[in-house]
């Protein structure tokens, strides 16, 4: 990843649109809500170059957007499938409407978590490929009790990056040449 080049685009782009993912797989948790290999900092430096930056993000759960307040928007595309690249652009162009609540609330950083460590990812490092055998362990549920998601944040008085109930991931329309 070349950020000096990405950002020296951003600069002469009308508009800045930053693809970030991050790959998970069934039996693989995520040892951060950080996305791995830097992308935080890709989007902090175009976001700096372009005020009309946009982030799609392709993942299979919430991460952390601490770059979210400098973006015009962000696009949760998930795992798209086939038709993906198709739906994203009649997202991005404004042919239709990305109006769907999101089934998940994205926390600002793993504080916000009723269980901010992974019990048996204690101390694993961030990584791709990375294989860890976690040992059966026990949970303590009742520290939330039925307060789950968007619930957990009311209950607590946290703000989270965003939530089921919001509409705040609609990026600007952009104009087919």
């Known amino acids: 990843m070349d950020i000096a080049a990405a950002v020296k685009l951003a600069k002469s782009s009308a508009i800045a649109i930053v693809f970030v993912n991050q790959p998970m797989q069934e039996g693989m948790d995520a040892v951060t809500l950080s996305l791995p290999d830097n992308q935080d900092a890709l989007v902090e430096a175009v976001a700096?170059?372009?005020?009309?930056?946009?982030?799609?993000?392709?993942?299979?759960?919430?991460?952390?957007?601490?770059?979210?307040?400098?973006?015009?928007?962000?696009?949760?595309?998930?795992?798209?499938?086939?038709?993906?690249?198709?739906?994203?652009?009649?997202?991005?162009?404004?042919?239709?409407?990305?109006?769907?609540?999101?089934?998940?609330?994205?926390?600002?950083?793993?504080?916000?978590?009723?269980?901010p460590v992974v019990p048996g990812l204690e101390g694993v490092a961030p990584g791709p490929n990375q294989e860890h055998k976690v040992q059966p362990f026990d949970v303590n549920y009742n520290s939330e009790g039925a307060k789950v998601g968007y619930k957990w944040f009311e209950a607590t008085n946290k703000q989270p990056s965003s939530h089921s109930a919001s509409a705040c991931l609609t990026p600007p329309t952009l104009t087919r040449a």
Not at 53 to 72: A, D, F, L, R, Y
Not at 76 to 84: L, T
């Open 48 to 115: 700096a170059a372009n005020p009309n930056t946009i982030v799609v993000i392709e993942n299979g759960g919430p991460v952390s957007m601490p770059w979210v307040q400098h973006v015009k928007g962000v696009v949760e595309v998930w795992y798209p499938g086939i038709g993906g690249a198709q739906a994203l652009a009649n997202i991005l162009f404004g042919e239709v409407n990305p109006s769907g609540k999101l089934p998940v609330t994205f926390a600002k950083d793993e504080a916000q978590l009723p269980h």
